[in-house]
Each structure stands twice: as structure tokens, then as C-alpha cells.
């Protein structure tokens, strides 16, 4: 399984999915670019994550915080006393490490096993507002999205006109300052966040946990992700979070085991009622039909971009023995085609000219890509063998390839391939937009055109 971890991490940088950042300078260690493919594919995410919970659905607005804010909010939220890990020091070599996670007791870097004692580091980076350094301008970049729903709370409570429940969505650049990373971009520094603070009244929240524990675990399998790579793991009572009367991870299981993809917290009333102790504001909610005033209680879905992207290649990437085309004869050969879900996928469509020789075949096939690329996120290809082309398109997860050939100058139809089957149809190319729709909505391809034997 590691081995196929490797495999995707050559893939996402050759196939422009994932680099290192900052690269020709040896790069820096858990920051990560999302190169041409990879961008597609996290914008994908975001914005079937974006009409899933936020158009589809009638009681959660969104906002975009900044990613500094005033640095009060942090001792209010706790994180300046909480937002901590053991951090612990090889004396001989002084490489750092997480002390709940070195397992041996045993540098990886010199094998010394003589260790300062623990002390907690906060994880939040600092910088500071404006030309001066000091403790009177000291500010953070935030770790979580979460602290501006509750700053903004009231402001958008009486601004949209809401009733409990109602949620504050956002998605957005946060920053933590991880002892140690690793397996990829699982654990980053710098990474995207989307969730939810929904509020509910109290005695409500068990209810809307466990509503948005399955809605939230239903999208990942809507994103393609396999049920048998997805569980539930409850947090026990004593490892809770200060704020937390209730967590569970949504877990995928990657090539080194079942690791946190997601999660949804009741965070109870611990916030607004922090944020208005430190700030003096009432953030109370006043039910004008019950003639009551209340803090609402708190439930937070909530989960991270780059993890979902990742757990996507994984559970896409696969691998088949012999030629899957025509012009592959060889059975030894392996092909890598990644699966990814139609609704999210990078690439929608390639256009192949059969031959890049023949002007008249390649001036109809950028005729194709012109008509098509207004609908779809095209790519046209017109290098190497149409085997090797086809090929191509699978590593990266596109979902249809259309060659133009001779018969098309001929009669104006192509032949629409099929990633998952390689199966082809033959269709008119006025009919082009129509069937591709179709195919992205999930009707049967081979009911779209006539089936090429």
C-alpha cells in the first residue's frame, strides 16, 4: 500500500495534479501547489460542496472572513492556551517532533535517544499588523474558518433576517504550523477548509448532529468515494476538544491505514459565549415566538479540501493489465486510469484529431473543441499515437475522448470513447453537446449513439 502511495505522488506531479512549492528551490517542506489539474479537481470539490450546502439548501448562508482578525478572537476562542502540541527535541541533532507521535523514542535523523522534556507549542503562525514588531501588533493567521461565523454571527443573523436553526458557511486559506508532517499533503501548513457552524437551540442538538453526521458522510460518497474506504469513529469523552460535547471523524482509508477526512462536532454554546465575554456584545439570540433569549448550541461540519482531493486519487487510481486500445497490443503492458467521479472530474472532454498531417482532419477537430469548450472543460491533443493519447486522458480521469477521423470529413460525425469501458459510439457532431450532458448526468452511453463494434 505505501508502494501506492508513491505511484500517486509521481502521477499528481507529472500529470500536473500536485508539486512542491516553491520547488526549484529545493522546495519547503508541507506546502504544496495545485498545478493545472489539481486546481480543476479542487474547484470541482468546492463547488459541488457549494451548491450541495449552500444552493440546495434553504437555511445556510455563506460568508468569506478574513484570514487575520483581531487577535483577541484567539484568547476568546481558547486557541492561545489549547491550540497546542508536545513538542520534544533530539539533543544530539536538535531535529524536532511531536512527542505523541515517535513512536520509538528514537531520532529518525541520527538514531539519538536522549530527548528534551515536553513543552507545548502553538500551532498558529504569527505575524504583525502594520511597520512595527512588537507584542502590541502581534497577530495570527487563522488555523480554522470557524471564529469569524462567531464574530459575524449577530451581523448576519439580523442582516439575512435567520431563525435558529440556521447555518454560516465558509471555505477558505488556513495556516498551522505542524512539528510534523508527512504522507504527502495529508498534514499541510498552509490548506483549505470548508464547513458549517449551524445554529440550533438548545435541547435541539443531538437531533442536528446526527442529521448533518449523514449528510456530511453522504457527500463524500457522492464525491466517489467507495463506502468500504469510509467509517465512522466516535471520539471518546476524555479525548474531546475544551468546546466539544460530542465529535466523530468521518475516516477514509488510505494506502497507511484509516486516517480523519472529515468530522462534525457539537460545540455546544462554548463560543458565542466566549466571543461575548471577551468582546462585551450580546450574542445571545432572542426568540421573539417564545419570548426567550438563548445562546444557541453549535454544530460544526466541517473538512478539509486537499484531504478530500487526496483521498480522491487514491480511491480512483487504478491500474489494468494488457492494452485497453486498440492500438495496444501487448498484454504485459499496465494502464493507470483514474475514476474520478463525472460530477468532479478536471477534464471533461478531449478532442483528438486522428492525425496531426492532415490539415482539413485538424481544422474540423479545433472545430469540434471550439463548440464544445464554451459547455465543458475541454483539452485538445493532437500528439503521439490516438492509442497513446487515449491513454493519457485515462491517467488524468477524463471522461470522454472524441476522435475526429476520416469518416468525419466524410459524413461530420466522430467516435466518443468511454473512460471506464472504452467502449465507443458513433455520433453526429451537431448532437455533440446533447449526448456529452447526458453522459455527465449519468444516463447510459451506450444508449446515446450507435455502438462501434
Same mark, same amino acid.
Given at each position: 500500500?505505501?508502494?501506492?502511495?508513491?505511484?500517486?505522488?509521481?502521477?499528481?506531479?507529472?500529470?500536473?495534479?500536485?508539486?512542491?512549492?516553491?520547488?526549484?528551490?529545493?522546495?519547503?517542506?508541507?506546502?504544496?501547489?495545485?498545478?493545472?489539474?489539481?486546481?480543476?479537481?479542487?474547484?470541482?470539490?468546492?463547488?459541488?460542496?457549494?451548491?450541495?450546502?449552500?444552493?440546495?439548501?434553504?437555511?445556510?448562508?455563506?460568508?468569506?472572513?478574513?484570514?487575520?482578525?483581531?487577535?483577541?478572537?484567539?484568547?476568546?476562542?481558547?486557541?492561545?492556551?489549547?491550540?497546542?502540541?508536545?513538542?520534544?527535541?533530539?539533543?544530539?541533532?536538535?531535529?524536532?517532533?511531536?512527542?505523541?507521535?515517535?513512536?520509538?523514542?528514537?531520532?529518525?535523523?541520527?538514531?539519538?535517544?536522549?530527548?528534551?522534556?515536553?513543552?507545548?507549542?502553538?500551532?498558529?503562525?504569527?505575524?504583525?499588523?502594520?511597520?512595527?514588531?512588537?507584542?502590541?501588533?502581534?497577530?495570527?493567521?487563522?488555523?480554522?474558518?470557524?471564529?469569524?461565523?462567531?464574530?459575524?454571527?449577530?451581523?448576519?443573523?439580523?442582516?439575512?433576517?435567520?431563525?435558529?436553526?440556521?447555518?454560516?458557511?465558509?471555505?477558505?486559506?488556513?495556516?498551522?504550523?505542524?512539528?510534523?508532517?508527512?504522507?504527502?499533503?495529508?498534514?499541510?501548513?498552509?490548506?483549505?477548509?470548508?464547513?458549517?457552524?449551524?445554529?440550533?437551540?438548545?435541547?435541539?442538538?443531538?437531533?442536528?448532529?446526527?442529521?448533518?453526521?449523514?449528510?456530511?458522510?453522504?457527500?463524500?460518497?457522492?464525491?466517489?468515494?467507495?463506502?468500504?474506504?469510509?467509517?465512522?469513529?466516535?471520539?471518546?469523552?476524555?479525548?474531546?476538544?475544551?468546546?466539544?460535547?460530542?465529535?466523530?471523524?468521518?475516516?477514509?482509508?488510505? #494506502?497507511?491505514?484509516? *486516517?480523519? !477526512?472529515?468530522? /462534525?462536532? $457539537?460545540?455546544?454554546?462554548?463560543?458565542? @459565549?466566549?466571543?461575548?465575554? +471577551?468582546?462585551?456584545?450580546?450574542?445571545?439570540?432572542?426568540?421573539?415566538?417564545?419570548?426567550?433569549?438563548?445562546?444557541?448550541?453549535?454544530?460544526?461540519?466541517?473538512?478539509?479540501?486537499?484531504?478530500?482531493?487526496?483521498?480522491?486519487?487514491?480511491?480512483?487510481?487504478?491500474?489494468?493489465?494488457?492494452?485497453?486500445?486498440?492500438?495496444?497490443?501487448?498484454?504485459?503492458?499496465?494502464?493507470?486510469?483514474?475514476?474520478?467521479?463525472?460530477?468532479?472530474? #478536471?477534464?471533461?472532454? *478531449?478532442? !483528438?484529431?486522428? /492525425?496531426? $498531417?492532415?490539415?482539413?482532419?485538424?481544422? @474540423?477537430?479545433?472545430?469540434? +473543441?471550439?463548440?464544445?469548450?464554451?459547455?465543458?472543460?475541454?483539452?485538445?491533443?493532437?500528439?503521439?499515437?490516438?492509442?497513446?493519447?487515449?491513454?493519457?486522458?485515462?491517467?488524468?480521469?477524463?471522461?470522454?475522448?472524441?476522435?475526429?477521423?476520416?469518416?468525419?470529413?466524410?459524413?461530420?460525425?466522430?467516435?466518443?470513447?468511454?473512460?471506464?469501458?472504452?467502449?465507443?459510439?458513433?455520433?453526429?457532431?451537431?448532437?455533440?453537446?446533447?449526448?456529452?450532458?447526458?453522459?455527465?448526468?449519468?444516463?447510459?452511453?451506450?444508449?446515446?449513439?450507435?455502438?462501434?463494434?
Amino acid at each position: 500500500m505505501v508502494d501506492l502511495m508513491q505511484k500517486i505522488i509521481s502521477l499528481a506531479k507529472r500529470r500536473g495534479f500536485i508539486f512542491q512549492s516553491s520547488e526549484i528551490y529545493g522546495g519547503v517542506e508541507a506546502l504544496w501547489d495545485y498545478g493545472p489539474l489539481g486546481a480543476l479537481l479542487k474547484n470541482n470539490i468546492r463547488r459541488l460542496w457549494l451548491k450541495r450546502f449552500i444552493q440546495d439548501q434553504e437555511d445556510v448562508v455563506l460568508i468569506d472572513g478574513t484570514v487575520i482578525m483581531h487577535p483577541k478572537t484567539w484568547e476568546a476562542s481558547g486557541h492561545l492556551e489549547s491550540f497546542t502540541d508536545p513538542l520534544i527535541e533530539c539533543k544530539t541533532c536538535h531535529t524536532r517532533y511531536r512527542e505523541d507521535q515517535l513512536l520509538k523514542k528514537q531520532c529518525s535523523q541520527c538514531g539519538g535517544k536522549d530527548f528534551t522534556p515536553p513543552r507545548q507549542f502553538n500551532l498558529m503562525f504569527k505575524t504583525f499588523l502594520g511597520p512595527v514588531e512588537d507584542k502590541a501588533h502581534l497577530a495570527y493567521l487563522r488555523p480554522e474558518t470557524a471564529q469569524s461565523m462567531f464574530t459575524d454571527f449577530k451581523t448576519v443573523q439580523e442582516a439575512m433576517r435567520l431563525k435558529p436553526p440556521f447555518g454560516i458557511a465558509q471555505t477558505g486559506h488556513c495556516f498551522r504550523n505542524e512539528i510534523t508532517t508527512g504522507n504527502f499533503t495529508f498534514r499541510s501548513r498552509e490548506f483549505d477548509i470548508a464547513e458549517i457552524e449551524f445554529f440550533v437551540e438548545p435541547g435541539q442538538d443531538e437531533k442536528w448532529f446526527d442529521f448533518w453526521l449523514d449528510r456530511w458522510e453522504k457527500f463524500f460518497f457522492d464525491l466517489g468515494l467507495k463506502k468500504e474506504n469510509l467509517r465512522r469513529y466516535e471520539h471518546p469523552k476524555k479525548s474531546l476538544a475544551h468546546y466539544s460535547k460530542r465529535t466523530v471523524d468521518i475516516e477514509y482509508k488510505f #494506502p497507511w491505514g484509516f *486516517a480523519e !477526512l472529515a468530522g /462534525v462536532a $457539537n460545540r455546544t454554546d462554548y463560543d458565542l @459565549k466566549r466571543h461575548a465575554q +471577551f468582546s462585551g456584545r450580546d450574542l445571545s439570540y432572542y426568540d421573539e415566538e417564545k419570548k426567550k433569549k438563548y445562546y444557541p448550541y453549535v454544530i460544526e461540519p466541517t473538512m478539509g479540501l486537499e484531504r478530500a482531493l487526496l483521498a480522491i486519487l487514491c480511491d480512483a487510481y487504478t491500474e489494468v493489465k494488457g492494452g485497453r486500445t486498440e492500438t495496444t497490443k501487448s498484454t504485459k503492458e499496465t494502464e493507470v486510469i483514474l475514476k474520478i467521479d463525472k460530477k468532479i472530474a #478536471p477534464i471533461q472532454v *478531449a478532442v !483528438l484529431p486522428l /492525425v496531426r $498531417n492532415k490539415p482539413e482532419l485538424v481544422k @474540423k477537430a479545433k472545430e469540434v +473543441f471550439q463548440l464544445l469548450k464554451p459547455y465543458f472543460m475541454c483539452q485538445y491533443d493532437d500528439v503521439g499515437s490516438i492509442g497513446r493519447r487515449y491513454r493519457r486522458g485515462d491517467e488524468v480521469g477524463t471522461i470522454v475522448s472524441i476522435a475526429c477521423d476520416f469518416q468525419t470529413l466524410e459524413d461530420n460525425t466522430v467516435t466518443l470513447r468511454d473512460r471506464d469501458s472504452m467502449k465507443q459510439i458513433r455520433v453526429e457532431i451537431p448532437k455533440l453537446k446533447d449526448i456529452i450532458q447526458k453522459i455527465l448526468e449519468g444516463e447510459d452511453f451506450f444508449k446515446l449513439g450507435e455502438i462501434i463494434k
